[in-house]
Each structure stands twice: as C-alpha cells, then as structure tokens.
C-alpha cells in the first residue's frame, strides 16, 4: 500500500519562497537579520533537534542493524566525495552532499554548511542539495517500500530499510506507517538513530577541511558547540523519559523548544533562499545531479545488503 498522500515539503517551500524573493532582499537593510538567521539562529534550532531523540530507543535497535546504519552513513561520505572527484564537483560539494543524503536530509545540509569552507558557490549549492534531497526523497518514499517486500524482507526488516536510506523523517514516517505499525516504529528508531549521528559527521567534516588546510586562517578545527548542545539535549531527553515525576513539567518545555527548532531551520533556510538567486540555482548541470543521486543509490545498496547478511 503506497502513502495516502505526500508530506507537505516546508523547507522546500520556505527555500523557495527566499529563492523567489532573492532581488528584493539584496538591499543592505536585511542583510544583518538574513546573516543572524543562516549563522546563529540555524545552528541553535539544529542543536534543539536533539530533544527528538531518546537513546533507550536507539539502544533498542540492536547490534547488527545499528552497524549496518553506521557503516552505511560513513560509506555515503565516502562514496559522495569520490563521486564529486569523479565528477569534477568541489570536496565542498561533497561534503553537502554527502551529508544530505547519509544523515537527514536538509536539516543535514544545513548542519554541515556551518563547518565547510566558505566559497563562491556555497549558497547555491546547499540550496541545490535541499531542494534536491527532498525531491529524492519523496521518490523513495514512494518506490522504496515495493524494493522492501520486493527482497523478501519482514516488516520490520523493511522499516529499517526505510530508515537507514530515506534522507527525511517526514518521508520516513509516510513510508514507513503505510506498510504497517511495526515497519514505522522501526524506521522512525532508525531514523532518529541517523540523526543523532549528526553530531559525529559534523565534527568529522570540520577536522577534515581544517587538516586539507581549507578551514580557518589559523588552522584550528572548529568546534561546533551547538552539535555538543544537541548531544546534551539528547541526553536531558533521555533522563526526562526515564522520570514520569518531571514529566508535566519538561514535556510542555520540550513541545516548545521543538517547535521553536522547527521556525528556526524554516527561517534560516528561507534566508539562504533570499541570499540565493534562481538563475544560479538552474545554471548547475548534470555534475551535481550525478553525485547527490549516486550517494542515495550508494546508501539504498549497502543497507539492503547489509539487512539481507545480518
């Protein structure tokens, strides 16, 4: 059974809407504000990401699915800058790219824009990976689900295809809950696993362009601390699922704070989009179809094998 209906893209459409916007917005006037939302406001509200996220749920997930996930993600990244090398794309590029489609989709792109290099083409290029990321994921939301049953998985064999290949958590949750309650659950665990993994390939991409010698003036390896807050969220949530006593108190807090995360990307992508024009979005070529593509097709492969070995 496929999906009753396409979740509503609202970081598509709030980069769009910037994009559409772009001229209007180039006036000295709004730069200070579109700045605080792409630099301070986007880190904070990914950081916030972490009160999704409860570990007991994670450690449910077992030993050999949770290796076949990790193995999988560390794989696209590989897979995505030997692609743009391919390719004749950036290692930026690679980077967002990669990122995307091994972690959780925009939210991703955008958590990784903050560790790479500025360059001339960035904005362009994220805008390029949301818009494009979404777009494959809607595509596997739908197809997906038919390759599951297609291998002969079991349900919850099929969930955690879902989550450990689909680049959003809204795709996932359609994909999922349309074939059953067990294939949601699942997919919905492993996905939030993919996103706590956020932490560790940011850092991982800022130490790697820091060493390339591309990071800072001086050096350094940046230390994103809004990545160490998401990980501390994480674990307060954690503790707050694990003492009802508190939970009047926190769960009203937490339902906040969520709900502020999810303004806050949808504001700092929009930003993104007023920085960006749309003749520049459409002049890409085919370079940067090919490795954000063969990145999903790189993570779609491994977990299905990896499943069908474990």
Request: proline share 4%; charged share 10%; glycine share 10%.
């Amino acid at each position: 059974m496929l999906p009753k209906g396409l979740p509503l893209p609202t970081m598509v459409l709030a980069l769009l809407l910037g994009i559409l916007l772009h001229r209007s917005a180039s006036h000295a006037l709004f730069q200070p504000g579109m700045r605080f939302c792409v630099k301070v406001l986007l880190r904070w509200s990914v950081a916030l990401l972490g009160l999704k996220i409860a570990l007991g749920d994670i450690f449910d997930l077992g030993l050999g699915a949770a290796l076949v996930v990790v193995f999988a993600m560390a794989g696209t990244m590989v897979s995505s800058f030997a692609l743009a090398k391919v390719f004749g794309q950036s290692p930026m590029y690679a980077a967002l790219a990669g990122a995307a489609t091994a972690v959780c989709g925009a939210s991703a792109t955008l958590a990784t824009s903050t560790v790479v290099p500025n360059y001339k083409e960035k904005d362009v290029d994220v805008a390029f990976v949301v818009i494009g990321v979404n777009l494959l994921a809607t595509v596997a939301m739908l197809l997906y689900p038919l390759l599951g049953h297609g291998f002969g998985f079991t349900d919850r064999a099929v969930g955690i295809l879902l989550g450990g290949t689909i680049h959003d958590v809204a795709q996932v949750v359609g994909a999922g809950y349309s074939i059953s309650d067990e294939a949601g659950n699942a997919a919905v665990i492993v996905k939030l696993f993919r996103v706590f993994l956020l932490l560790p390939v940011v850092l991982a991409v800022g130490f790697y362009f820091s060493k390339a010698g591309m990071g800072s003036e001086t050096g350094k390896v940046p230390v994103p601390m809004f990545a160490f807050a998401f990980l501390a969220l994480c674990v307060v949530n954690s503790i707050a699922q694990n003492a009802p006593a508190i939970a009047p108190v926190f769960e009203p807090i937490k339902s906040a704070l969520v709900s502020l995360s999810t303004w806050g990307l949808l504001l700092a992508i929009a930003a993104l989009g007023l920085n960006t024009s749309l003749r520049s979005v459409l002049s890409l070529g085919w370079r940067h179809i090919a490795t954000l593509v063969g990145s999903a097709a790189f993570i779609l492969v491994f977990v299905a094998v990896g499943l069908a070995l474990v």
